[in-house]
Every structure is written in C-alpha cells, then in structure tokens.
T-cell receptor, first 118, second 110 residues
Framework: DTEVTQTPKHLVMGMTNKKSLKCEQH?????MYWYKQKAKKPPELMFV???????INESVPSRFSPECPNSSLLNLHLHALQPEDSALYLC?????????????????FGSGTQLSVL | DQQVKQNSPSLSVQEGRISILNCDYT??????FLWYKKYPAEGPTFLIS?????DKNEDGRFTVFLNKSAKHLSLHIVPSQPGDSAVYFC?????????FGKGTHLIIQP
C-alpha cells in the first residue's frame, strides 16, 4: 500500500463552521505533512509531524489546528476560516524524519481536499 | 524571493518528441533536487530525484540533468507520451526543507 488517503475530497464551509480534514497512510512513514496549494502556485508547507510530534509550524494562523492521533493518521481541524483560506489542502508522508535538514525528502502526497470557504 | 524558478508556465510538445523542462535555483546550499508530476484534482507524485554530487540521473524515459555551476537542472522526457500531460514541479532541499518551483504545465500534442 503506497497510498496517502485524504477525506473528504471536496468541502464547502461557512466562516462560522468547524470542520476537519483527515489523512491516513499505512506505509510506516514517520513524518506527515500538511501543505496548502492555491491555483497555479506551488504547494506551501503548513505543518510537519515527526514521530507524532509537531516539529514544524510555518506560522500558520490558529484557525488551523493540526492533530496526529497516531503514526498513521493526521487531521487538520478548521474553525472560523476566511474566504482567502479556500485552496487545495494536501497531506503528504515520508519515511524520513521530516526535519528541515533532512535529505531525500521523497514525499508521497494524497489527492488533496479542495476547500471552499463561503 | 523565489529560490526555485520554473520560468516557463507552459510547454507544448508533439507526441514522440523530447520534452525538456527547466528549473533554476539561487541557493547554492541546496543539496538534493526532485521533480514531481501533478494531474488535475490529484496530489503531486514523485517522479525522479538527483543528489547535488551527481550531474545526471536516469529512470526509464525520464532523465534529470544538474549543472551546479549554472544552478540549473532540467528534466528530459523521451519519447513524450499523451499521459505525460501534467504540471511538473521542480523542488529543492536545503536547510529550510523542501522548496517548490511554480510548476510548468506540459501539454503533449498528438
């Protein structure tokens, strides 16, 4: 199994809603990531979990709250989002530690959740 | 300041010919480079990588060339096939982790 599975594929939410994005991998990878991608832009790193601990937070607003319940699961809790938060949210995993200094960061990406905030 | 640049937003190539996607970088401390391929509504897929100590890496139809003195790498796809139509992201690894270019949309024409 070389897949990273993300649910839901599409999500529409209002600015007062609370929702969660889910990500799952069963490759035994110890690092998991959340990226945000706007149309025609490269993916932007949001969070990195290494061995189930948050190792990198790229100054992401607190309305985005990551959670790593176990080594296979990664969630992104959303609350009071803004319309400009509408984007494709990508989960990824890697066998490596997920530190900034790691090399060979071969990431396996999920298909993403297309989020629209109204 | 963009550290990884893909200056061609799109590239059109005839099926069967060679596709050459280019990538330039400014940070001489990058020590590993990767290419990802992305179809619409899917996440990026790892394609091929190259360490900074090498100048060429080949995998089937895909070859990546690295010119460290020019801070330039390129991805060659030969022969190009219709399924190669996608957005290709160049990425580099340094002290700050993974940095992506903006991508090049490759269109393979029949």
């Amino acid at each position: 199994d070389t897949e990273v599975t993300q649910t839901p594929k599409h999500l529409v939410m209002g600015m007062t809603n609370k929702k969660s994005l889910k990500c799952e991998q069963h490759m035994g990878h110890r690092a998991m990531y959340w990226y945000k991608q706007k149309a025609k832009k490269p993916p932007e790193l949001m969070f990195v979990y290494s061995y189930e601990k948050l190792s990198i937070n790229e100054s992401v607003p607190s309305r985005f709250s990551p959670e790593c319940p176990n080594s296979s699961l990664l969630n992104l809790h959303l609350h009071a989002l803004q319309p400009e938060d509408s984007a494709l949210y990508l989960c990824a995993s890697s066998q490596d530690t997920g530190s900034r200094a790691s090399t060979n960061e071969k990431l396996f990406f999920g298909s993403g959740t297309q989020l629209s905030v109204l | 300041d963009q550290q990884v640049k893909q200056n061609s937003p799109s590239l059109s190539v005839q099926e069967g010919r060679i596709s050459i996607l280019n990538c330039d970088y400014t940070n001489s401390m990058f020590d590993y480079f990767l290419w990802y391929k992305k179809y619409p509504a899917e996440g990026p897929t790892f394609l091929i990588s190259i360490s900074s100590i090498k100048d060429k890496n080949e995998d089937g139809r895909f070859t990546v060339f690295l010119n460290k003195s020019a801070k330039h790498l390129s991805l060659h796809i030969v022969p190009s096939q219709p399924g190669d139509s996608a957005v290709y992201f160049c990425a580099a690894i340094g002290a700050d982790g993974l940095t992506f270019g903006k991508g090049t949309h490759l269109i393979i024409q029949p």
